[in-house]
């Protein structure tokens, strides 16, 4: 079936687009357009309708064909045929317009949309900029400002917004189709123009330099280090300035500039890996589901309460297990401060916070458990408390109930085996803060059930979450790569480095906070308790946590007392550099018998690096992440990595894992095997010239 068919009712053409799932603007169906503006030129028709079938209008450039040579027509070319045409087009949207879609209707003379319909430009989350004329367009009809907000944001407005921002001339409520028609009569009796928007000027004193000053500072700290967003503002500058040719001109020369750079190849990258990554290789798509219509957490601490929250923002309701009648008042009153503070910030009204609440029950009863489909275990660390809630469980819950643990690093296998039902027990792990973080990693046991697995994945997309499968060993994907990152953090830190020199290395580098920052927001408590758990043996070298506990032990357990890595100014939070903490550091150099000496910052940031990438590829080679690109999504999405590096494998894979492999070599070499040993897939692949991604497709 053709993508492009037209077709004449009464005196209106309407041009149908259908190429399934989101009218992504393939070659064919730019073919496709361009045809039929051309054919209606010598038609009967009065005006002509774009409209699409299925789910959505256009959603964009088809992202897939990116990197591959161009085939003409290209999208500028379709656009200025649409907007060349001598009738009327006018763009009838559903679903979402986004991109090279929106940039389509922008095109269009007329523009009308569903209420339901959402319209934007979210090229910048790919690292790129709109480069079909969506820059010079947008600032024409919603004004410079409204123009740079939209497009550096990348957030999608729904259609009643962006008719106010007069994006959109006609909001339609009930059938598509016919309210386009409607419209296009009402043009046609009118005899409107083919008005075209880039006929509009902008007054170049609604864009005073400042503007753009006050947007340049303003992303340089909401998206340190990405290109894409500073080229935004010089090309809505252009479209100020300069006549719309050149403006177009400029657009399209940035906008390759974006296409070619590692950015975007990173960031277009993880927009394919979040997506595959909610697919479970060797499981039908179809495999039927469990229904989730109610669920249960076990621990209302921070992490349990901000698990609850997920749920009941979709409308499931929670039952919230507490030991006592305390510990659930204090559990229930840290949600309602959190939503509280959502209120505040605008983002949900007081109705939807009550509506929220009142999913979220309070019980200490297991036997109120009997009948939830889903329970989720969020207590503490310990294997054997687990275990015994488990076994607990197993006697409360129905029959076909998921049982699953918020561990982050326990053995789900001994968990499952409390149960006499491991094939329902799976490991479900959110990230602090939890109502906030989208990662979640779902570890699957020996035993798991296939359909225990395929609900847990469509679970997590239900509650807004990026879901990503794990197998089942120490510390699971993320938790078992963190841990040699720190270490290396630790050893820099010991060997002459400080909590400063270190944080700022790896957060100019572009992760979300250092790892100091880190453990300081966790609490330097956490792995302290852990340690003491463990024989000496087990904790490895001291010199890999001897700072971080003589700091416990003197009561810095992080930013909960004011003080950690760092001091806490008690008012603003800010950081505060701690003479003190230079000195424990000294102390036991010292006592390890380590000369400190200047670290280099490349120095660091190649330990951390490529510590996560060479057991990154262990992982990968046992299995226990299905794909690098899961791997890359667990670390941008649970572990602040910089989404323009595109995960830590990817980064690899731009850097070359030749380098990668030689540095680890070259460690080793300096430091010992110990640590340093590239792990075998790694060295294959630097000998073969291949790359994670080229492994894992020929795989
Ligand atoms: C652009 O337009 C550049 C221009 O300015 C200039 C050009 C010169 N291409 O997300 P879903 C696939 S840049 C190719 O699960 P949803 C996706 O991979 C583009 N494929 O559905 C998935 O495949 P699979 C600007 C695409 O309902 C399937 O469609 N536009 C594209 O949750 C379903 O996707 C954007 O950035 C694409 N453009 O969400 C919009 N889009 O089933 C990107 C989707 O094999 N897209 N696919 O895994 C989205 O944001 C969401 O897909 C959308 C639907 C909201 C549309």
Not at 336 to 347: D, F, M
Not at 377 to 383: D, M
Not at 452 to 470: F, N, R, Y
Not at 635 to 645: I, Q, T
């Amino acid at each position: 079936m053709s993508v492009v068919t037209y077709e004449l009712i009464e005196n209106i053409g309407v041009i149908r687009l259908n190429n399934p799932p989101v009218n992504a603007l393939s070659h064919a169906l730019r073919e496709g357009i361009q045809d039929a503006i051309n054919r209606a030129q010598e038609d009967a028709s009065k005006a002509l309708i774009l409209i699409c079938e299925g789910r959505t209008f256009i959603a964009g450039a088809d992202i897939s064909e990116f990197g591959k040579p161009p085939k003409a027509p290209s999208l500028p070319e379709v656009i200025s045929a649409i907007e060349g045409s001598a009738k009327p087009v006018i763009a009838a949207m559903h679903g979402t317009a986004l991109g090279g879609g929106f940039e389509v209707a922008l095109a269009c003379h007329y523009r009308c949309a569903l209420s339901s319909a959402k319209v934007g430009l979210p090229e910048v989350k790919l690292g790129l900029l709109p480069g079909a004329g969506g820059t010079q367009r947008t600032p024409r009809l919603a004004g410079v400002e409204a123009a740079l907000e939209l497009i550096t944001s990348g957030a999608p407005v729904a259609a009643n917004k962006a008719a106010q921002m007069n994006l959109i001339d006609r909001v339609i409520d009930g059938e598509l189709l016919e309210g386009a028609l409607d419209y296009a009569r009402e043009l046609v009796t009118a005899q409107a123009p083919a008005r075209r928007v880039s006929d509009l000027m902008i007054d170049p004193a609604s864009a005073p330099a400042e503007l753009f000053e006050g947007f340049r500072s303003k992303l340089a700290k909401r998206a340190r280090g990405q290109m894409a967003p500073q080229l935004i503002v010089s090309c809505v500058e252009a479209a100020v300035a300069l006549p719309i040719e050149q403006g177009l001109a400029k657009e399209r020369e940035l906008f390759i500039e974006c296409l070619q750079s590692s950015q975007s190849a990173a960031m277009r990258h993880l927009f394919f890996a979040e997506r595959e990554a909610s697919k479970v290789k060797g499981l039908d798509k179809d495999t039927p589901k469990r229904e989730i219509a109610s669920v249960a957490i076990i621990g209302g601490g921070t992490m349990g309460g901000g698990i609850a929250m997920n749920f009941a923002n979709v409308g499931i309701p929670v039952k919230l297990v507490e030991i006592d009648d305390e510990a659930l008042a204090r559990g229930l009153s840290i949600i309602e401060k959190n939503y509280s503070i959502t209120v505040k910030k605008g983002k949900l009204s007081e109705a939807q916070k009550d509506q929220c609440l009142s999913l979220i029950q309070g019980t200490t009863d297991y036997a109120d458990l009997a009948d939830v489909d889903l329970v989720i275990e969020a207590v503490f660390e310990n294997l054997e408390l687990k275990k015994e809630i488990f076994a607990e469980l197993d006697n409360s819950c129905k029959q076909g109930a998921i049982l699953a643990t918020n561990t982050s690093y326990q053995d789900v296998d001994q968990i499952a085996a409390a149960t006499r039902r491991p094939q329902d027990v799976i490991g479900l792990h959110f990230f602090s803060p939890a109502n906030v973080m989208k990662l979640l990693e779902v570890v699957r046991g020996d035993k798991t059930a296939d359909d225990v697995i395929a609900t847990a994945m469509a679970l997590g997309k239900k509650i807004h979450k990026v879901p990503a499968l794990s197998g089942n060993c120490y510390g699971f994907i993320g938790n078992r790569m963190l841990r040699h990152y720190a270490r290396e953090a630790q050893l820099c830190m010991i060997e002459g480095g400080t909590p400063e020199q270190i944080d700022s290395v790896m957060q100019d580098w572009g992760m979300a906070m250092g790892p100091m920052a880190v453990g300081d927001l966790a609490g330097l408590d956490i792995g302290y308790k852990a340690r003491q758990g463990l024989t000496d043996e087990q904790k490895g070298d001291p010199k890999t946590y001897c700072i971080a506990d003589a700091l416990v032990e003197m009561g810095h357990l992080g930013q909960k007392t004011g003080a950690g890595y760092y001091r806490y100014d008690p008012e603003t939070r800010a950081r505060i550099t701690d003479p003190e903490v230079v000195e424990v550091i000294e102390t036991q150099a010292k006592a390890h018998g380590v000369s400190r000496r200047a670290i280099d910052n490349s120095e660091i940031l190649n330990r951390l690096t490529c510590a996560l990438i060479n057991e990154g590829s262990k992982i990968l080679q046992e299995g226990i992440a299905q794909r690098p690109g899961d791997i890359d999504v667990v670390y941008v999405f649970g572990y602040g990595f910089p989404a323009y590096r595109g995960g830590p494998m990817q980064y690899a894979d731009t850097v070359g894992l030749k380098r990668i492999h030689d540095t680890i070599v070259m460690f080793g070499q300096r430091y010992g095997e110990e640590y340093w040993t590239p792990a075998p897939l790694l060295k294959e692949l630097a000998e073969s010239g291949k790359t994670f991604a080229e492994w894992a497709r020929g795989k």
